[in-house]
């Protein structure tokens, strides 16, 4: 999993969003290209409000 994220400390929220199938709600860059979605808090806030 070394490969795929840049953080160490990333890793427990990477890989309960891989072993749930969901989403990860965060504003961190680093989960990008990892192979789970991400959310921020902008389209949280446009998901909700629509």
Do not use: H, K
């Amino acid at each position: 999993m070394g490969a795929r994220i840049r953080d160490a400390d990333d890793w427990p929220a990477l890989a309960l969003g891989l072993q749930l199938e969901c989403a990860i709600w965060t504003e961190d860059q680093d989960f990008f290209g990892t192979g789970v979605a991400t959310w921020t808090s902008a389209n949280v806030e446009r998901y909700l409000s629509s």
